[in-house]
């Protein structure tokens, strides 16, 4: 399975509220990003959000003072030298306090990257060509390098907000209190100081701090911070409630099933966190570019400043200020600053959608499926299961059947299991079931009193060696009962085809998915009714657990292209870790779903899933977009540079009027 866990804080991270890009090569303030610890346990994000909020605005802010300073100065001495024609020690001032301005932060950032060997980057090609500069009296070139250099960043920066937003959203999932009812009292407490079996009172417009089960009240909640559903929910005494969902009418009164720390939210915001570490592949090429390819340039710079003038004889000022613009051109900071924004805007905007992606390069992989297999059962269906018809045999009546079918069952929590206990009309004593084992795949084993009953599928009846009539039946899935080895009837389970279903199979085959398949448990018959609905040409049926982990692993290894599994995240979990791309439906308040899978659709909408494809490959568009013009607008500059029909004006353009287009560009992906 192709997952890459890369940590490389220098290229992209992302925690709390701020996004450090390039740290060493972009030249952030680490004074500003010191405060923000990787290692961001969930309960202290909100804690630090505010104040790092804060910090970032003072530095927008002092940034500009100090840009609108730099520029006063920089127009001034341009005036003098170029309008006025005055020259000397005040025009080359004007020019240096320009400079000194905007530059102070570069070149302490670059003596800083010298004393721990960090000698390619950014800030150091930008020292080293502007004060060269100086040294060879471009005054106005070497001031306007540095000014429009710390502009675009700030102009990058403000791009910067607009991804960083889509992410932080997330954040406001966290409640700030809990409202603990203990002794009669009610107490506003953290979430984190909540126990297991604890009550809350969460009222009208507040947020639900932890996972519960609703005790008393009615009300509606919003789960779109959750899910991306907008359409509010309604929940009633016994409905389980989640962490970020807020309630929106009624009073409610919930039990507390899971610490905070274990929480959906807080699972969510280290998912979220953790994807920035895993790397696309060409995010790792970047990073693996950007050390052979700035090195590569500086000793080329080098050679033009030097060779020229020993063995030609020119003037040394011509060619090393060639050289000097050579090095502004050669700054990578378009293809190093755009590329990870752009994936990170994938995240974000597959986030606002409902979708979970674990890292990049899961976008990466899913932006080249080819091979979709799905669960049947609560993935093209909706997994609400109801008896339609209960026919007994050898004498048996149908409550008889009903009634040994729901004391057997009465341990199982399989969809079906509970559809045939809500069907049985009285109470079930579950002091009679005496023996109880579930047998994988095929159905449960129990003994009520003496009784030995069986309830299953008809594998188990020839298991078993049960004489019966009736193996399977159109239309529903049929539950086999035995009493005491005599075949005691049968029971059919209907299910529904989810509404969406055909469209996002449809969906799914225009994007280009050239093999769809359709895994299931259920029987043949069964399988055969949904596969025709939906179009599925390819369907395999009565699969065990472990034979739906050996197809799709035979599919991994016999097909080049991507392979996902795409499941309920209950029962699927060993199935969705093997496939190339994990792909969970509905796994809102499931725990082995978040662990295991790859993409996390929160909800059961099915049309989510063309939608995640269409969001990979806008992404991986914009970004190659990206590579292609920074790659050719710096080789072009490179090329002008070396036979010296570049000036700083055109490295200008080359570096800092690239490196904004192509973050702008990264922007579109969160449209």
């Not at 003038?309 to 090393?320: E, M, N, S």
Request: glycine share 8%.
């Amino acid at each position: 399975m192709l997952k890459h866990y890369v940590d490389d804080s220098e290229y992209f991270s992302y925690c709390g509220t701020r996004i450090a890009v390039l740290l060493n090569a972009k030249g952030e303030d680490m004074d500003y990003i010191q405060g923000i610890s990787h290692e961001c346990v969930v309960c202290k994000l909100n804690e630090k959000s505010e104040k790092l909020e804060m910090k970032h605005n003072e530095h927008k802010f002092s940034t500009l003072y100090i840009l609108i300073s730099s520029t006063t100065f920089y127009v001034i001495g341009l005036v003098l030298k170029f309008l006025l024609g005055i020259e000397g020690i005040i025009t080359i001032s004007l020019f240096a306090i320009s400079y000194i301005l905007v530059g102070f932060k570069i070149i302490k950032l670059a003596f800083k990257g010298l004393m721990v060997g960090d000698i390619f980057n950014e800030n150091f090609l930008l020292t080293v060509a502007t004060l060269g500069a100086f040294a060879i009296m471009e005054y106005p070139e070497a001031a306007s390098v540095m000014l429009f250099y710390r502009i675009g960043e700030y102009l990058q920066d403000l791009a910067l907000n607009r991804s960083r937003k889509s992410i932080k959203s997330l954040l406001k999932l966290k409640a700030e209190f809990a409202n603990l009812k203990k002794n009669g009292e009610i107490i506003k407490v953290k979430p984190e100081e909540v126990k297991i079996g604890e009550l809350i009172l969460v009222r009208p417009g507040e947020r639900i701090p932890l996972d519960g089960v609703i005790i008393d009240g009615q009300s509606v909640v919003d789960t779109s911070a959750l899910t991306g559903e907008s359409i509010p929910r309604e929940v009633k005494p016994g409905d389980q409630v989640l962490s970020g969902m807020i309630n929106l009418s009624g009073l409610l009164l919930v039990k507390v099933t899971k610490e905070f720390k274990e929480s959906t939210v807080a699972r969510i915001l280290r998912l979220v966190e953790e994807a920035s570490a895993r790397k696309a592949r060409v995010e790792q090429f970047i990073t693996r570019f950007a050390r052979y390819y700035t090195p590569v340039v500086v000793g080329l710079a080098a050679l033009i400043a030097f060779l020229p003038p020993l063995f030609t004889g020119t003037l040394l000022t011509l060619w090393v200020y060639r050289a000097l613009v050579l090095l502004v051109i050669s700054c990578p900071c378009a293809l190093i600053l755009s590329i990870p924004l752009g994936y990170f805007g994938g995240l974000g905007k597959s986030a606002k959608e409902g979708i979970l992606v674990k890292g990049s390069n899961f976008l990466d992989l899913i932006a080249s499926l080819k091979i979709v297999a799905i669960d049947k059962t609560g993935t093209l269906t909706k997994g609400v299961f109801k008896v339609s018809e209960i026919i007994p045999e050898n004498e048996f009546s149908r409550e008889e059947l009903l009634y040994y079918a729901a004391l057997a069952e009465l341990h199982s929590n399989h969809p079906i299991a509970r559809a045939i206990r809500e069907a049985y009309p009285g109470e079930i004593a579950k002091e009679l079931v005496n023996e109880y084992v579930e047998i994988a795949g095929y159905g449960v084993k129990a003994k009520i009193n003496s009784t030995l009953i069986l309830v299953g599928n008809d594998r188990l009846l020839h298991k078993e060696n049960i004489k019966h009539r009736v193996c399977d039946v159109v239309g529903g899935t049929i539950v086999h009962v035995v009493v005491d080895n005599v075949y005691a009837g049968y029971i059919v389970i209907s299910d529904e085809i989810k509404e969406e279903a055909t469209l996002a199979i449809r969906e799914l085959k225009r994007l280009g998915v050239e093999k769809l398949l359709m895994l299931t448990g259920d029987s043949r018959h069964v399988a055969k009714t949904v596969a025709e609905k939906l179009g599925i040409t390819e369907y395999y049926a009565e699969l065990l657990p472990e034979d739906k982990v050996r197809l799709v692993e035979k599919l991994c290894l016999k097909n080049k292209g991507q392979v996902a599994f795409v499941g309920d995240g209950v029962n699927d979990a060993p199935v969705i870790a093997r496939a190339d791309i994990g792909i969970a439906m509905g796994a809102l308040g499931s725990d082995a779903a978040i662990e295991v899978a790859d993409i996390v659709i929160m909800d059961d909408d099915l049309l989510k899933l063309p939608r995640i494809i269409r969001i990979a490959r806008k992404t991986r568009s914009i970004i190659f977009q990206n590579i292609i013009l920074a790659l050719t607008v710096k080789m072009f500059f490179l090329s002008l540079g070396i036979i010296g029909e570049a000036t700083m004006w055109e490295a200008l353009i080359a570096d800092v009027g690239v490196a904004l287009v192509t973050v702008l560009n990264a922007m579109r992906i969160l449209k």
